[in-house]
């Protein structure tokens, strides 16, 4: 409710989380990028005017007090020009476009030191340290430390408990189904589900999950 947004809005609410996906910073090799720090300077696309990862990427850089020069374009535009050789790092959910970009380029994703992700993940309650391997990534040699950005089933405040608490019952209790339909929610279940982000839940989740034992 802060930032780009006017106001604070007090009356959304989380459900649940249905899944955790990755920001990466892709990184030509050659770059002589082999740590955060080592991102100072450098040319960095991170997403279009306005968008989610375009206002993160600074976020991010103020933790450490480094400094990039940030250039924003589409995805399609980002992709290209790392491939080419025209930014040194490029902002990126893990995807189809990722796994192009490493298909036609010599490219890796930064992995992230235990420090540095400790003080990402403790002053952003939305990100989670997580870890990407190869074979999440073709052509990544060796499983990338990152953090990742959870993904959440919302309501508002006023929304019925008995519906949200049904909701919760009903989609937990058969979480397989979510697991193996989405690469991102391989971990999918109760206790992945419950996950404080500094955004409070709705009253019928925190009932159902309280009844589990979790909340």
């Given at each position: ?195 404080d982000m500094g955004v409070p839940y709705h009253d019928g989740a ?10």
């Amino acid at each position: 409710g802060e930032g780009g947004f006017e106001s604070a809005y007090d009356n959304i609410r989380l459900i649940m989380r249905g899944e955790k996906f990755p920001p990466l910073y892709v990184v030509r090799e050659g770059a002589g990028i082999e740590s955060l720090a080592d991102i100072e300077g450098k040319k960095v696309a991170a997403g279009s005017n306005g968008r989610g990862l375009a206002n993160q990427h600074p976020q991010i850089m103020y933790l450490f007090d480094i400094e990039t020069d940030q250039v924003n374009m589409s995805h399609s535009d980002g992709q290209s020009a790392v491939v080419d050789g025209n930014i040194d790092a490029w902002y990126v959910f893990l995807g189809s476009s990722v796994q192009n970009a490493f298909s036609t380029a010599d490219l890796n994703v930064l992995s992230l030191s235990d420090s540095t992700l400790d003080t990402i993940v403790s002053e952003v309650p939305a990100l989670d340290a997580m870890e990407v391997p190869p074979d999440r990534l073709t052509g990544l040699d060796s499983t990338a430390s990152v953090f990742g950005e959870g993904t959440w089933w919302v309501t508002t405040a006023d929304y019925d408990a008995d519906v949200i608490n049904h909701i919760c019952e009903t989609v937990l209790a058969h979480p397989e189904a979510i697991r193996e339909n989405n690469v991102n929610s391989e971990n999918f279940g109760k206790e992945f589900a419950y996950y404080d982000m500094g955004v409070p839940y709705h009253d019928g989740a925190i009932e159902y999950f309280e009844s589990e034992g979790i909340a």
